[in-house]
């Protein structure tokens, strides 16, 4: 496996860490004791962990896939196991088990917009009838979304 990027995180200074750094919020599960972050998405969703790869310089041998044991589909996921990503992103206050519990990141207001397209890219949704659009997560990040 090729190098990736291990302290990509440790500044936001760009529209795409910004963004990434949303999708994380939205879609990523941080595992503080095994200094993981996992993004785990379904078969159609599979380029977006291909992108997230080439965001951080590593190469396709990091995407894995497994089969859902409930649903029978195919799940894509990216795992990466590094203390520098961990404790980046504990200081942008991503916490283990975050669902419902999202937190706003210390990021600078040029990359709100980069930062919300990646929570809604994560978490957000447009009903198939297109009647309605939607954002789940927590009160916070909804109040500032």
Known sequence: ?????????????????????????ADGYLNIDRRMLRIKLGNKDKHHLEKFINFLGGDLTMLKSEIHNTTGNIQWYVSTYSIEIKNALIKL??????????????????YYRDFIRGLWDGDGFI???????????????????
């Open 93 to 110: 206050n991503v916490e283990q088990s975050k669902s419902g519990k999202e937190h706003i990141p210390p990021i600078d207001k040029i």
């Open 127 to 145: 009903r198939e009838n297109l009647n309605g659009i939607g954002l789940v997560g927590s009160f916070e990040c909804l109040s500032f979304v």
């Open 1 to 25: 496996m090729k190098e990736y990027n291990r302290h990509i995180f440790d500044t936001i200074d760009s529209a795409e860490k910004a963004y990434w750094l949303g999708f994380i919020i």
